[in-house]
């Protein structure tokens, strides 16, 4: 059951070979633990996460889905210049 006030967040992690891995969650911190331990993603398994580069917060999964898709389409470059934006 959700709760009224529930965010949902967009973020990206750098990894330890120099990828950016993008993903959406109502909790980072939680994601990014697990990705660190090997059960967030297959990715994240191959590409280790080194750090959390970007975050942004969202009132509904779904909009938080769109601009995880969003950002997925990007060029590496425009990733990078949307990171340095925060």
């Known amino acids: 059951m959700q709760t009224?006030?529930?965010?949902y967040y967009v973020?990206?992690?750098?990894?330890v070979n120099n990828k950016l891995y993008c993903g959406y969650?109502?909790?980072?911190e939680k994601r990014y633990?697990?990705?660190?331990?090997?059960?967030?993603?297959?990715?994240t398994?191959?590409?280790k996460p080194l750090k959390?580069?970007?975050t942004k917060?969202?009132?509904t999964k779904q909009e938080a889905q769109k601009e995880e898709y969003r950002i997925k389409q990007l060029s590496r470059k425009?990733?990078?210049?949307?990171i340095n934006q925060v």
């Open 4 to 7: 009224m006030n529930k965010k």
């Open 11 to 15: 973020y990206i992690i750098l990894t």
């Open 25 to 28: 969650t109502d909790n980072v």
């Open 33 to 43: 633990k697990l990705h660190c331990e090997g059960k967030g993603a297959k990715y």
């Open 45 to 47: 398994r191959a590409n």
């Open 52 to 54: 959390l580069v970007y």
């Open 57 to 59: 917060e969202f009132e």
């Open 78 to 82: 425009e990733k990078e210049l949307l």
